[in-house]
């Protein structure tokens, strides 16, 4: 996907400034000493003592500090009522925002696009008056999803002016702003930053219980819309009929999370029955639902036994969504009904009525296929076969080569999957993730954990399935912990092919050592777990020099979630073929996501993991 930079600002020098204090990655060349010059005077030499003691602090600190993710600021849908400190100017076609504190001054792009999930760099341009030593920090605050790493920057004598480009990042699929704050000793002013979002694939979702249930009572809605809204997720997967509890329902839920779109919306056998308000329905949600279910397969086909005939009702209930919601909203993406993992083998039922759709121009009308691989069990943490046979749970091999027999190529949504649960949340909690990561590498580009849990209601399609969420007010589980961090590191990942790929260490499913690479702007993402019952020692072998290293743990012992960021991570060299490479240890049954800044980030730029 091309992406657009709108910014006003001079291209980034090839080789980073001195007084950039080892942002993003990127290793500023060492002061001068102050010996090595000329002529210099005494306050020459002063300064630059002090410059190069902030960079020996900063870097010390960046490589001891946990990252700690900041409590949310503002709501999704905060709108600054004015510029606050900052002042707005034209240059050319752009406009930018810039702000002066303690003489310096600080300009960045009024509008910044970027990705949904990637981490891009957002140019600050810095300008200073006069000779004086000036220590600047630039930190960010923003809702829940939007986060900016801070900049501390130290510009000595001699540096009049700069860039740095700390990374933002989003996880939120409409506009919404960050509050930038720059200090400069006891002096701070601050600035919005329009963030304007591009979607990207692979999402990640929850499935609601069926919306359209009259049963309900209000105060079941209610605490379900609040579930929903605190729910770590990009879209939610709702069951909503032509009912008035339904239409209530939906509205209530655009309100309480507008930042959750797109949303998928299966219709069930409402796109049969009354086709006259499939349109009416279009026409009041298209702003809102971007992402359209072909309706649930067991309304669709009912009780027939005929293939065809069966295949003749879903056909006509794809063409008509398609033809409904294209007409007035031609972006939007529509999925076919969610088969279930048996349809794989093609001898079923299901099967043999995928293949008819497939053979009878479903792919006109639908853009991807959606499969429910369902709730698999997890095992204790002292079997590790069990293990393999949950990752081999969640290959979906079989069905993609199904999609890929048709001749039109289609994508592939997960339109359930969870975990049957084995008692402790946090087994629990690890089997979710392995099998969200795993999805995500193989290709799909949405998929819908089940269910979302209410009290005395469960979702008909749930199962034995762990709730993500308990609307009882238990709150979230450490399953939605789990897969909200995720999140950060899978949205807009696009999975990497790697060549020297060999036991124990294997991108199969159900290896000993499973390790599953992705590429992301310009990072590089690599996933790593372990079926054995012992400790492993590993090391990552680069193709690229990585600039900074991103650590991301879930542990089945002591402290769950824990992430660190190191940004003058320098990997190591083999002395006999240069390579770079990253040693580090894995626990049984532990998750670790590394996610390195590479400039530029190439497909191949991981050779392999292995075995120390």
Known sequence: MMRRRATALPPRSPRPHRWLARKGGRRPSRPAAPWSRGATTFRDALSSLCVFCALCGLVAAARAGEYARPEAAYAPDWVPADLA??????????????????????????????????????????????????????????????????????????????????????????????????????????????????????????????????????????????????????FLSVGWGSTPAGSTFLSGLLEAAPYRSPMLLPVGDWIGSAPPGLRAAVERWRDDVHVWSAGDLADLVGDREDVAEAGRAVLRAAESLSTAVKELDPMAEIVSPTFPRSAADGASFDGKLLRWLLANGIGEHVGAVSFDIGAASVASAAEPERWRELDRSTDIAP?????????????????????????????????????????????????????????????????????????????????????????????????????????????????????????????????????????????????????????????????FIERQVDLTFVATRRPRDRAHVLDFTLAPLEIKAFSFPIVPALPAWIATVNVR
Not at 441 to 467: D, H, I, K, M
Not at 475 to 484: E, Y
Not at 504 to 516: H, K, M
Request: neutral net charge; aromatic residues 6%.
């Open 85 to 234: 400190d900052a002042r707005e100017r034209t240059i050319g076609a752009e406009k930018e925002l810039y702000v002066n504190v303690s003489g310096v001054e600080v300009s960045v792009p009024s509008e910044f696009r970027c990705g949904v999930g990637h981490r891009e760099e957002l140019p600050l341009l810095i300008a200073k008056r006069g000779t004086t030593l000036k220590h600047i920090v630039i930190t960010g605050a923003g809702p829940r999803g939007v986060a900016l790493d801070p900049s501390d920057v130290t510009m000595g004598t001699n540096r009049q002016a700069g860039r740095v480009t700390p990374a933002v990042q989003t996880l939120l699929l409409h506009d919404t702003y960050i509050m930038l704050t720059i200090a400069v000793g006891k002096e701070t002013a601050r600035m919005p930053l329009r963030l304007v979002p591009e979607p990207t694939r692979p999402v990640f979702g929850v499935l609601m219980p069926d919306a359209a249930d009259e049963a309900w009572e209000p105060g079941q809605q209610r605490r379900a819309r609040q579930a929903a809204a605190d729910v770590p997720a990009q």
């Open 399 to 559: 069905l993609s080569a199904l999609v890929r027999e048709s001749s039109v190529e289609r994508g592939i949504w997960c339109g359930g999957y969870g975990v049957a649960g084995s008692g402790d949340p946090v087994l629990d909690a690890l089997a979710a993730l392995r099998r969200q990561v795993a999805l995500a590498f193989q290709g799909v580009r949405g998929a819908a954990y089940s269910p979302l849990a209410l009290p005395g209601l469960r979702s008909a399609n749930a199962g034995e399935a762990v709730p993500l969420c308990d609307a009882s007010g238990d709150g979230q589980s450490l399953i939605a912990a789990a897969l909200g961090e995720a999140l950060t590191e899978l949205a807009g990942a696009t999975p990497v092919y790697v060549a020297d790929d060999s036991p124990p260490c294997s991108t199969r499913l159900g290896s000993e050592i499973t390790f599953l690479p992705f590429v992301r702007g310009n990072e590089g993402i690599v996933w790593v777990w372990s079926n054995s019952a012992r400790g492993q020692a590993l090391r990552v072998v680069f193709r690229q020099e990585p600039l900074g290293k991103r650590e991301l743990a879930f542990r089945p012992k002591g402290r």
